[in-house]
T-cell receptor, first 111, second 115 residues
Framework: KNQVEQSPQSLIILEGKNCTLQ??????????LRWYKQDTGRGPVSLTI?????NTKSNGRYTATLDADTKQSSLHITASQLSDSASYIC??????????FGTGTRLQVFP | GAGVSQSPRYKVAKRGQDVALRCDPI?????LFWYQQALGQGPEFLTY????????KSGLPSDRFFAERPEGSVSTLKIQRTQQEDSAVYLC?????????????FGPGTRLTVL
């Protein structure tokens, strides 16, 4: 069964600190992997999209990595801000138009 | 409009009531998806349209769920005889081209609470 698993389930950090979120997937064949940010009460917003041949992609303070051999990805957030408090969802696309979502990591940034 | 809009934003229904949730896509976006998101979970696929054609409805949990997009633009997700387990946020997302390669733009969702 195609699955996307994320860890940790939740994370609390202090403002200004860095953090790394993990994603493991078993989706095959693999097309691309995305990270989304979902603020409370809003729809997910795309942060990065990486294909098989890409192993890192940045969007401001967000840097995603992808190891297609081990089927692992990480999202690193640098110098966290209060506005980074949200759920971060890892999403994998196979050879169909249907996306497979992880359950998300809930990040809380405190001052 | 600038983005995907959904209405209503919140809906409270009594068990057994029928509800209709609306999605207005970004103009020109061909593909439209409906997802169900339970509290603390990631979105789960319900159904998918390409223009007016419903290409995949394998995620609809029961025959009480029905979706349509008659003119290839606005879509409606209808739930008949709502049950408490239908309580969730229903998200709509649209894509300019092939969903597997292009970014999905999500609406804010409709939070459905069934009492």
């Amino acid at each position: 069964k195609n699955q996307v698993e994320q860890s940790p389930q939740s994370l609390i950090i202090l403002e200004g600190k860095n953090c790394t979120l993990q994603c493991n997937y078993t989706v095959s064949p693999f097309s691309n992997l995305r990270w989304y940010k979902q603020d409370t009460g809003r729809g997910p917003v795309s942060l990065t999209i990486m294909t098989f041949s890409e192993n890192t992609k940045s969007n401001g303070r967000y840097t995603a990595t992808l190891d297609a051999d081990t089927k692992q990805s990480s999202l690193h957030i640098t110098a966290s801000q209060l506005s980074d408090s949200a759920s971060y969802i890892c999403v994998v696309s196979g050879n169909t138009d249907k996306l497979i979502f992880g359950t998300g990591t809930r990040l809380q940034v405190f001052p | 409009g600038a983005g995907v809009s959904q209405s209503p934003r919140y809906k409270v229904a009594k068990r057994g009531q029928d509800v209709a949730l609306r999605c207005d896509p970004i103009s020109g976006h061909v593909s439209l998806f409906w997802y169900q998101q339970a509290l603390g979970q990631g979105p789960e696929f319900l159904t998918y349209f390409q223009n007016e054609a419903q290409l995949d409805k394998s995620g609809l949990p029961s025959d009480r769920f029905f979706a349509e997009r008659p003119e290839g633009s606005v879509s409606t997700l209808k739930i008949q005889r709502t049950q408490q387990e239908d309580s969730a946020v229903y998200l709509c997302a649209t894509v300019a081209g092939r969903a597997s390669y292009n970014e999905q733009f999500f609406g804010p969702g409709t939070r459905l609470t069934v009492l």
